[in-house]
């Protein structure tokens, strides 16, 4: 049977009236806010302040308060990647840098400015622990000291190495050993402890790498010294 005239646009209004209330219920509202975005492809994307987390000197999670240094330390992992040491969003020490290697890799630093005033590594496999205590010897009072080893820190490492580290603030040197992983931040003239040191002993149980611990990884705000009174 053929609609006439009248009729079909009676049916034709009919059916386009039914499509509306049908997608209506299906696509309307909140829910069918996420219905569209499913037959669409679409996605709320991100602003961009929530796609990428705030960053702060160094990769810390959080500012440091005013007349502090910024600092992160991380040691090496096993003999394959070196370590790196971070200071106010500088990298001072790493392979990038090509300034790193086996043993104790030192970064010193004015504890009044922040300036960077020399980095060195020191063999504790195969060097001479001479070179390290030279170099320990005379450093000035205030001077922060900035420490990530890498494979073997401690072999060579001899009493008065060990005592001069100690007067820096250390606790763990003490009993550093054979490829454990060691960073430390002290200071010529610390009065306490450092709070900054970490140390991972060499076991054959608990070694995350073959005959190495795992890598360490410390940050932190240290606070800038008063200059010192003439």
């Known amino acids: 049977m053929r609609l006439t005239g009248p009729l079909r646009a009676v049916a034709v209004l ?28 679409a996605s709320e994307e991100p602003t961009p302040a929530e796609s990428r987390p705030r960053r702060y000197k160094c990769g810390l999670s959080a500012p440091c308060p005013p007349k502090h240094l910024a600092f992160r330390l991380v040691s090496g992992a096993a003999n394959v990647i070196g370590p790196k040491i971070c200071l106010e969003d500088k990298m001072l020490v790493s392979s990038v ?56 820190p401690a072999t060579k490492l001899n009493d008065e190495s060990r005592r001069l580290f100690e007067e820096l603030g250390s606790t763990a040197v003490k009993e550093l050993a054979f490829r454990d992983s060691w960073v430390f931040v002290g200071a010529k003239g610390i009065e306490n402890k450092s709070p900054f040191e970490q140390r991972m002993k060499n076991s054959k149980s608990s070694n995350k790498y073959e005959g190495w611990p795992e890598s360490l990884e410390m940050d932190g705000c240290i606070p800038l010294r008063a200059p010192l009174e003439a």
């Open 14 to 41: 009919l059916l386009v009236g039914l499509t509306w209330l049908l997608a209506n219920t299906l696509f309307g509202g909140e829910s069918g806010s996420s219905v569209r975005h499913f037959f669409s492809g």
């Open 97 to 152: 840098k090509n300034n790193v290697g086996r043993g104790l890799n030192v970064a010193l630093v004015n504890g009044v400015t922040g300036e960077l005033l020399d980095t060195k590594n020191f063999d504790m496999w195969a060097g001479d622990v001479s070179d390290l205590l030279k170099f320990l010897r005379p450093i000035h009072e205030g001077t922060l000291v900035f420490v990530a080893s890498y494979d073997d």
